[in-house]
């Protein structure tokens, strides 16, 4: 009877979690807290139908239709919005004769940065690219309303939506559950059973121990090469990046590449995932080398989102459940890839088995309780990592329903889902964020970089060192 009571009360207004506090209060004109996530497919997108879709996808996850407001007694709350539908930008891309071109089907690496005030704005905007043969849908995402795996999430029911919308009569179109909003009040449990529990209180120790070397270590940030910091000392104005364009690169690894990188990685009794890490974190010592100088007692840190979704959050709408893990090393620490690839695996490995994700939001929590702690803490704009690193494995199976596939890409009634991807926002002195994922057989590297203080050559060139290291890995694989 209890839990029926419980279940009948309103959901809103919803009291703020401390990650989502976190974010929101991160916000800042120069450097919005606001994630971005593409699509492309083969074909043309219906407007009313891709509208329609739109809307019913954002009324099943109300984050997304809500502000923040501070209530009496409350604190910071999110409160539904009065609107009800969500208008989408349509733009056409043609030649420069107006005509449709193969060139045209290239879209432009070069996306505006969007700032979203929560206070006033609902947390998602989406653009529409539509050339003759293809069409690019760009969401501009809140951090504070969802993470990038409620992000897929989300973007799966809307394309969920729009195939139940176009799929023709007879035909097979997506399978899906709509999200229960009740389960926003489950967004903070991260219970994980009597074993993990008992586990947390035997390393409790320990978990202090993390929490201090976090906030006291201080990690060296990603240098810009010297000709990008004396064009910047020699620029007016360059405080705020607001819709400014910045490049988010993308390159795309085979799938024979990708094959022989994951047995690299088995021969070594590591994961791919635990290679990647490794290569960035050399990566940046021998960037920084050549650009800046960096010292052997230097911090090289790697803030690695994870989930903490549990079978306790199947039907969640887009929310945030996520936390970080933080692989930190010195810089002679990566004087031999072999060790330190297996310190990664071991870390990586205590992580996920003692869901030390908890360590994080628990750092989160304490220094929300303290008034003005955490505001003061994330003003001071020091380096709280050197990149952030996201492997989302194959995307596919971030989606809670199922689509019908061609070539291992959905469908979603008249058009094909040929790619799928994001990148998370930078904050001052995190220059760069990268995310892998699997798509349609493949596995693509997306990198956006802080544009206040690397170029898009220095983004490209990073980004192509990170993909030459990967590359001859699998190389050496095919040796062996």
């Known amino acids: 009877m209890q839990a029926g009571r419980t279940d009948s009360l309103p959901v809103f ?78 733009q056409t891309i043609q030649s420069t004769h107006g005509q449709y071109s193969a060139a045209a089907e290239e879209f432009d690496e070069l996306l505006p940065i969007r700032a979203i005030d929560l206070t006033r704005e609902c947390g998602i905007q989406i653009l529409v690219q539509q050339s003759e043969l293809k069409s690019r849908v760009v969401f501009y995402l809140h951090h504070a309303c969802c993470d990038g795996l409620g992000g897929l999430q989300f973007i799966g029911e809307v394309f969920a939506f729009y195939s139940r919308r176009t799929t023709p ?49 201080k990690p060296v940030p990603i240098q810009a090469p010297p000709q990008t910091r004396s064009n910047q000392a020699g620029s007016s104005g360059s405080g705020s990046n607001t819709n400014a364009p910045v490049a988010i690169r993308t390159r795309v690894i085979p799938r024979s590449v990708f094959r022989a990188l994951r047995a690299t990685a088995n021969g070594a009794g590591v994961s791919v995932n635990d290679l990647c890490i490794r290569e960035m974190m050399l990566l940046i010592r021998d960037w920084n080398k050549k650009f800046g100088g960096i010292r052997n007692n230097d911090w090289i840190r790697v803030a690695v989102p994870i989930s903490m979704r549990s079978a306790e959050h199947d039907r969640m709408p887009a929310t945030n459940l996520v936390s970080y893990a933080f692989i930190t090393r010195r810089v002679s620490e990566c004087s031999d890839p072999e060790a330190l690839a297996k310190s990664i695996h071991e870390q990586t490995g205590d992580v996920l088995y003692n869901r030390e994700g908890i360590v994080f939001l628990k750092c989160i929590r304490v220094l929300r309780k303290l008034p003005g702690a955490l505001r003061l803490l994330l003003g001071l704009k020091s380096c709280f990592c050197t990149v952030v690193l996201a492997n989302v494995g194959d995307i596919r199976r971030r989606f809670s329903g199922r689509f019908p596939l061609e ?73 062996h």
């Open 13 to 90: 207004p919803l009291p703020l979690s401390d990650f989502e506090y976190y974010m929101h209060v991160d916000d800042r004109p120069s450097h919005p807290m606001v994630f971005v996530m593409v699509v492309t497919v083969a074909g043309t997108l219906q407007r009313s139908d891709f509208q329609q879709s739109i809307d019913a996808a954002i009324s099943a996850n109300p984050l997304f239709r809500s502000h923040i407001r501070t209530l009496p007694g409350k604190g910071a709350c999110w409160v539904l919005s009065q609107q009800t539908t969500w208008p989408v930008e349509w």
């Open 407 to 479: 070539s291992g890409q959905w469908v979603a009634g008249d058009v094909v889902v040929e790619d799928i991807w994001g990148v998370a926002p930078v904050r001052p002195n995190t220059r760069a964020a990268v995310t892998i994922g699997e798509y349609g057989g493949q596995m693509t590297v997306h990198l956006r970089t802080d544009g206040t203080v690397m170029t898009s050559a220095d983004s490209e060139a990073f980004l192509a060192e990170l993909v030459t290291r990967l590359t001859g890995l699998a190389e050496t694989s095919d040796a």
């Open 169 to 217: 009569d007879g035909g097979r179109s997506a399978d899906f559950q709509l999200p229960d909003p009740k389960q926003l009040r489950l967004r903070e449990r991260f219970e994980c059973g009597a074993a993990g529990a008992e586990r947390q209180k035997r390393s409790l120790r320990k978990s202090l121990a993390k929490a201090a070397r976090l906030i006291f270590r």
